[in-house]
């Protein structure tokens, strides 16, 4: 075990290369850990290499400062080549108090021998009892076995600025910039577009601390890495889930996006308030989610197709309104970014606990397409894609987005944007003699859409059951006519999508079902059971409703299939469950309802990204049963 105390200077130094490294910036909430996080990984992105950034955020808005569960910051997995998940343990720790470091330690994140850079301040507080809160926490990390280097961060940054809290984070990133063999120039160029929006004062002076930290690296760690980039020649951007999507949404042709703010999907709107009026966009706050929903029904009324941005609780309150687009048949996308529940939960947290609900929450039989983005260049096209639905079957359109994709940054290719994005201009043209507001066709169920001020066009829209006029009807072959009609839109769209695509063989001893954000970590436990000679391969699921068709021939070629998810099942080990008692996951639900196959199941709901180690040894427990 090797503990630094540092100020010694640390003399000429051989860079260790490595494959990979996983860092973590964490501090106080409002101490700028989260935003060293993301120019680090936009850093190393524009070096070449792959990154994947996951957010660390605390379950309440303001914690105590240096409490043990308010760890706020960021954690980037820094790769040679492409980075699909956060992956496992962190290699490398920058805290700024030693409180917040015990959480992630107590939460096991930190892998045995973990690098800790602690700010060194608390030892010598005012405070005795913080003195020796931190001296004892300091003795516990250094008896773990954890590599501590204390860094004078406070001190060196009340050499350049009045309010060291406000510097320590550029400070950290010149560190670390230093350890890991970033250039210099790159890191002023990422500090000048992160602070864009500020005085050029304040663009220098926190240039003026990252030079400061790297040059004290420099002379007193002594250790660095060198992690080999992979350059492209494509443009690239390097953005957030909830930033793709709202590109996504511009790119749709989408003119209004109506939401009311709830963690983790506020962001979204955030970017689009500051961005969509740019491209003739509009952001409408309303007074609540139910009037949000009603708000953007009305709008996609009015002739074009809108979205409406929530999280869980506001998808819940907005399912009676998404009833009556269904009803109406007004397309709409809604984008449900998933947090941990029920209730208010867990906010900042991350699960996939909303798929269920999102299928059958209704009353009466409400079919909706529900679509799962699995990726953050996923989170871009699936917009634009549920746009294309929504106004092709007119209908309701939801995509499940979760926690973890919302706040996760990742490079992946600039999109080149396409006019078949975009939604046609509005019809309004005379509607043809004759033609019926709800003429529903027998085959595929979809009828023509009727645009307010088309001639001839006039009718009047109802939530009550009608016939193909729009008049109100309670004849029972008139309603199952319209139920029909709405269900038949899924089986028309099923028609035109794809099998999902087989990672591995296709077939062998284990397949695995996935949706939504656990895609890189199940691939990278696939393909690491594959390099060993294990029979698994996994398939990925897009489309959750309607499911995309060659399923069940693909779980055929398999012994065994099981689901990896992050929503709650029974574990068959607790004493009570059997199979007469055992709850499901939800994918695994639809999945053994749908197919009449024995798929089984694994879950975690920690609020954390499964990893890709974790997964590796329940599939390893499943192929030895």
Not at 194 to 217: Q, R, Y
Not at 352 to 362: A, C, E, K, P, V
Not at 489 to 517: H, N, R
Request: overall charge neutral; some cysteine; aromatic content about 6%.
């Amino acid at each position: 075990m090797t503990t630094k105390r540092v100020s010694k200077k640390a003399g000429k130094k051989t860079c260790v290369t490595l494959k990979e490294h996983i860092v973590e910036i964490i501090s106080d909430s409002g101490e700028g850990a989260q935003r060293c996080g993301q120019s680090l990984g936009s850093i190393a992105a524009r070096m070449g290499n792959g990154i994947w950034t996951t957010e660390i955020i605390p379950a309440e808005i303001r914690p105590p400062a240096r409490s043990v569960a308010g760890a706020s910051g960021n954690r980037i997995r820094i790769g040679s080549g492409y980075v699909t998940n956060g992956g496992d343990e962190t290699d490398l720790v920058v805290a700024f108090n030693e409180q917040v470091l015990l959480g992630r330690v107590n939460a096991r994140e930190l892998k045995p021998g973990c690098i800790i850079l602690l700010e060194n301040m608390w030892r010598t507080h005012s405070d005795p009892n913080i003195a020796k809160s931190y001296a004892e926490a300091y003795e516990r990390l250094v008896k773990a076995g954890y590599k501590v280097y204390e860094i004078p961060m406070e001190e060196e940054c009340l050499k350049l600025t009045a309010n060291a809290r406000r510097g320590k984070n550029m400070f950290a990133l010149g560190i670390l910039c230093h350890i890991y063999n970033f250039d210099l120039q790159a890191a002023r160029e990422q500090i000048a577009l992160t602070f864009g929006k500020k005085e050029k004062s304040v663009i220098d002076a926190n240039v003026d601390l990252l030079e400061a930290g790297h040059k004290w690296a420099e002379a007193n760690i002594d250790f660095c890495f060198q992690i080999p980039a992979t350059p492209t020649d494509k443009k690239q951007i390097s953005i957030n889930g909830n930033t793709s999507l709202a590109l996504g949404v511009m790119a749709s042709g989408m003119d209004i996006c109506a939401m009311y703010p709830i963690t983790p999907a506020t962001s979204a709107s955030h970017y689009l308030s500051e961005a969509f009026e740019k491209v003739g966009g509009i952001v409408h706050q309303a007074e609540d989610e139910i009037a949000a929903c009603a708000f953007a029904i009305g709008a996609s009324y009015a002739g074009k197709c809108t979205v409406t941005i929530t999280s869980g609780p506001g998808y819940s309150l907005k399912q009676e309104a998404i009833g009556l687009a269904v009803m109406a048949e007004i397309p709409l996308v809604v984008v449900n970014v998933q947090r941990g529940g029920p209730s208010t939960g867990q906010p900042t947290k991350v699960e996939q606990g909303d798929l269920l609900t999102t299928i059958f929450g209704s009353h009466g039989d409400a079919p909706k397409v529900v679509m799962a983005p699995a990726t953050i260049e996923d989170c871009f096209y699936s917009v634009i894609t549920a746009r294309r639905i929504a106004e092709t079957f007119n209908t309701v359109v939801v995509i499940l987005s979760d926690a973890s994709l919302s706040s996760s940054q990742q490079p992946f290719d600039r999109p080149q944007f396409q006019e078949s994005w975009l939604a046609p201009p509005i019809d309004q043209s005379p509607v043809p003699e004759g033609a019926r507001p709800y003429d529903w066709d027998p085959v595929t169920g979809i009828a023509r859409r009727f645009i307010p001020g088309q001639p001839g066009g006039m009718h009047t829209v109802t939530g009550l059951a009608h016939d193909r006029d729009s008049h109100v009807a309670y004849d029972p072959d008139i309603n199952q006519e319209g139920l029909r009609a709405r269900s038949l839109k899924l089986a028309a769209l099923q028609k035109t999508l794809l099998p999902p695509e087989v990672f591995g063989s296709e077939k062998g001893d284990l397949l695995v079902i996935g949706w939504g954000s656990t895609k890189g970590a199940i691939e990278e436990a696939v393909e690491a059971l594959r390099a060993e000679g294990k029979k698994v391969s996994s398939i990925h699921l897009r489309f959750l409703q309607p499911m995309q068709p060659g399923i069940k021939d693909i779980m055929k070629g398999f012994k065994k299939v099981m689901t990896i998810e992050t929503n709650w099942s029974d574990s068959p080990n607790d004493q009570l469950i059997d199979e007469d008692s055992r709850r499901y996951s939800s994918l695994a639900t639809l999945l053994r309802s749908r197919y009449l196959v024995d798929v089984d199941c694994w879950t975690e709901v920690r609020g954390q990204p499964v990893k890709p180690r974790t997964i590796r040894q329940v599939l390893l427990n499943k192929l030895e049963k």
